[in-house]
C-alpha cells in the first residue's frame, strides 16, 4: 500500500506570485497573539486574538516584539503586511513553511527566516518554521502553533534579566535566535544519545529485526536537522556583513556569537553522518559474521557427516554377496569404526580452532 504524502507545492502552483497561501497542515481555531512592550523600567504584555488590538504599539519608542500563532489565519497576516508596509512576497513567505533558513534584506525591514526544532512525546523530531520581522523598534514573529522555544526569553523579559530590557529591537531578533539555535544543542544530544545506543546494541549483539529501519530513521533525523541549520549561518554572515541601520554595530558581537555556536552544532552533525555510515558497515558486518557462524556450524556437521553417510551407503547396497555382513561381530565394529572417524573429525577440529 502507498504511503499518503501531503502535497505542500501543489497549493502554489499557477497562482501569482504573492499570493499568501499556507501550505502547512497546522490549522489553529483561534489566533492567539502576544505583545512584549518594552523599556529599561517598564514592560507590558498582552494577549490578543485579533491583528488589529496591536497596532497602536507600533507607534510607541519602546522595542515591541508582536508573537503570531496560526499561520492559517491569512486574512489576518495579510492586515499586518498592510499595516507594517511588508512586501506581498515576504508575506507569501510567512506561511510558506517549506521555506529554506534565509534573511531578505529591505529598506526599512530586514526578513529571516529561521527552521525551529524539537522533539515531541514519541521521540519524532519535530521541524516548525519561524519567520521574524525586525523594523525599527519592533519585531514580528510567525508561528504555525503555540509552543515554543522562547519561554526563557519571555522570563527574562518580564523580570529584566541580563540585557534584554536594556537593548533595542535589533538584540531582541538575535535573541529569538540564539533561543531557537541553543535549542539545536538538545537535539544534537538526543542524537548523539541514540548512536551511543546503536553502538551499544550492535556490539552486544542485541539487534532486533526493525534495527534498519531505526538506523535509517536516525539518518533521515540527522539529514534533516543539517538541513535547517547549515543555511542559518549564511544568514548571520549577511547580518555581519551588511551595514542596516536596523543592526547596531555593537550588536554585532552577538551574531557572532551564534555563528560560533552553528559551527559548533554542524561540526557535530558532520561527526553524527559520519557514525551514521559507520553503524549501518557495522550493523551489515555483524549480519554477515552471524550468517559466517551460521555457515561454519553447517559446513562442520556437513565434514562429519560425509565420511558416516559414505560407509552407511557402501554397506546399504543391495548387493548379494558383500563378507562383511556375515561377520559376527560387523554390526558393532562399523558403529565402532563410525564412532572413531567421529570423534576424530571433532579432535581435528577443534585443533584447527574451529569450533
Not at 549480519?287 to 546399504?316: D, H, R
Request: proline fraction near 2%; aromatic fraction near 14%.
Amino acid at each position: 500500500m502507498a504511503k499518503k504524502r501531503s502535497k505542500k507545492f501543489q497549493k502554489k502552483i499557477g497562482q501569482v506570485p504573492g499570493t499568501v497561501i499556507y501550505t502547512g497542515e497546522k490549522s489553529t481555531r483561534d489566533l492567539f497573539i502576544e505583545v512584549f512592550n518594552y523599556d529599561k523600567d517598564n514592560y507590558i504584555e498582552k494577549n490578543f486574538s485579533n491583528v488589529d488590538e496591536c497596532f497602536d504599539f507600533r507607534q510607541s519608542n519602546t522595542v515591541t516584539w508582536i508573537n503570531l500563532n496560526g499561520l492559517n489565519h491569512v486574512s489576518q497576516i495579510e492586515k499586518i503586511g498592510e499595516h507594517f508596509s511588508i512586501h506581498p512576497l515576504v508575506l507569501e513567505d510567512i506561511v510558506n513553511i517549506s521555506q529554506r533558513p534565509k534573511i531578505d534584506i529591505y529598506d526599512d525591514y530586514l526578513f529571516v527566516v529561521v527552521k525551529m526544532l524539537y522533539y515531541d512525546t514519541n521521540e519524532k523530531i519535530i521541524s516548525e518554521q519561524v519567520s521574524l520581522v525586525l523594523g525599527e523598534n519592533y519585531v514580528l514573529s510567525f508561528q504555525e502553533a503555540e509552543g515554543d522555544v522562547f519561554d526563557s526569553l519571555r522570563d527574562r523579559i518580564r523580570n529584566a534579566q541580563g540585557r534584554i530590557r536594556t537593548q533595542q529591537a535589533d538584540y531582541l531578533l538575535y535573541a529569538l535566535m540564539d533561543a531557537v539555535v541553543d535549542h539545536y544543542f538538545n537535539i544534537i544530544e538526543i542524537l548523539s544519545d541514540k548512536i551511543e545506543d546503536f553502538e551499544t546494541d550492535i556490539f552486544s549483539g542485541n539487534v532486533h529485526e526493525h534495527f534498519n529501519k531505526d538506523i535509517q530513521d536516525l539518518k533521515r533525523e540527522i539529514l534533516r536537522v543539517r538541513r535547517a541549520i547549515f543555511p542559518i549561518r549564511e544568514v548571520i554572515s549577511r547580518i555581519e556583513k551588511h551595514e542596516s541601520p536596523l543592526i547596531n554595530k555593537k550588536t554585532i558581537a552577538y551574531y557572532r556569537d551564534i555563528y560560533d555556536h552553528l559551527i559548533q552544532v554542524a561540526e557535530n552533525i558532520d561527526i553524527y553522518r559520519e557514525m551514521i555510515w559507520s553503524l549501518m558497515d557495522m550493523y551489515m558486518t555483524s549480519i554477515s559474521n552471524k550468517m559466517n557462524e551460521v555457515m561454519k556450524v553447517l559446513t562442520i556437521m556437513a565434514s562429519i557427516f560425509i565420511p558416516l553417510t559414505f560407509i552407511a551407503g557402501i554397506y546399504g547396497m543391495n548387493f548379494d554377496y558383500i563378507p562383511e555382513l556375515r561377520y559376527k561381530y560387523a554390526y558393532f565394529i562399523l558403529w565402532g569404526v563410525l564412532i572413531v572417524i567421529f570423534v576424530a573429525l571433532l579432535w581435528f577440529f577443534k585443533r584447527k580452532k574451529w569450533l
